[in-house]
């Protein structure tokens, strides 16, 4: 029930900034300039575009599959790309995207993957994928300052407390992951304190979910120091992953047949965006990603600026959401039909 309930007020909370976006991006605007302009694009480099998005989700299923491999479980990379398929789809429709490992661990629990090991194998695919965004944000923060100067301008401000959330939030995992003992300690202490002030009521059950999560922090640690070369692979395949979604603008903007500004420029400004608002608790970082693309794309679309981000966020957002959403039904129909035949065979 409770989990129903949940799913209601975050498909709510989707709908409404949903609404809240179109208002905000086409407010004013003339609607038939744009969709004149979108069905003059090229289409022949769209279909790459959408390739790219395709590759993104099999990127991070390649590394589920290797990274299960290791661990000795032997599964399909077509099985893997129906949990990475599940994982974008609720990750695109949750606030902070909350939502995809849970519904990733259940669909592996369906192959009979311990939940301790499905965890670990997800817990590192998240570090690896903020670790790229950090390494990137970083890079155009220190060799960047043209980049920034001709780009970024304004908007610098909320790019600094995104690379910040970013680097907080990595720090602190690789801090629980590297030195459990002591991130056990810190956190049983401060709930300890926020017992004795009364914020929080002290509760048996909570301290031991504490002391599981903390098991599987120990567990991940372990893995890390025995598997050394596996991380550095998976950090490289995460760089190439992470890199096909933010060249999709890049097909956009060739596809309107503009030139004169790099593939490097284009993607490194795609990046900036999903440094910016990928700590965000917004969904798919909806609003803020359309708001942050119209002001920094400016120098690259010119008058063009709102139908490419249309056809932008179509294809990098709406399309990955369409095309996870699918696989994500197959998931379900898949695992519906092997769970009928196990009864079947039960009742022969």
């Not at 998240?126 to 960047?144: E, Q, R, S």
């Not at 965000?280 to 970082?285: D, H, K, N, S």
Request: glycine share 8%; aromatic share 12%; charged share 15%.
């Amino acid at each position: 029930m409770g989990s129903k309930r949940k799913m209601i007020l975050d498909s709510l909370f989707l709908l409404l900034v949903f609404i809240l976006t179109l208002y905000g991006v086409f407010h004013g605007e003339d609607l038939g300039e744009v969709l004149l302009a979108v069905r003059r694009v090229n289409v022949r480099w769209l279909i790459p575009g959408v390739v790219l998005v395709i590759i993104f989700i099999w990127g991070e299923s390649v590394i589920i599959w290797y990274l299960m491999r290791t661990f000795h479980i032997f599964l399909k990379k077509r099985i893997c790309f129906l949990f990475s398929s599940v994982g974008f789809f609720f990750s695109c429709i949750t606030p902070s995207a909350s939502g995809g490992q849970p519904m990733q661990i259940y669909y592996m629990k369906k192959e009979k993957i311990p939940i301790p090991v499905s965890t670990v194998i997800l817990m590192i695919v998240t570090i690896t994928y903020k670790l790229v965004l950090v390494v990137i944000g970083l890079g155009i923060l220190i060799f960047g300052q043209q980049f920034r100067r001709k780009y970024l301008g304004e908007i610098m401000p909320v790019y600094y407390l995104g690379l910040l959330l970013n680097i907080f939030c990595v720090g602190l995992m690789t801090i629980l992951v590297l030195h459990p003992a002591l991130a056990e300690n810190i956190l049983l202490k401060g709930l300890g304190c926020l017992e004795r002030l009364h914020i929080l009521k002290y509760k048996k059950s909570r301290r031991e979910r504490l002391s599981d999560a903390m098991g599987i922090y120990r567990k991940t640690a372990e893995y890390l120091k025995q598997h050394k070369q596996v991380i550095g692979i998976v950090i490289l395949l995460t760089f190439m992953q992470r890199l096909a979604l933010f060249a999709v603008t890049w097909t956009v903007y060739r596809a309107f047949g503009a030139s004169g500004v790099s593939v490097a420029s284009v993607v490194l400004l795609q990046a900036v965006i999903s440094v910016s608002v990928d700590m965000l608790p917004l969904p798919g970082g909806m609003g803020i990603s359309e708001t942050l693309f119209l002001k920094i794309f400016v120098p690259v679309f010119g008058p063009l600026l709102l139908p490419a981000m249309v056809l932008s966020r179509g294809l990098g957002y709406y399309s990955q959401l369409f095309i996870s959403a699918l696989f994500t039904i197959v998931a379900q129909l898949y695992y519906t039909l092997i769970n009928r035949r196990l009864s079947d065979d039960r009742v022969l």
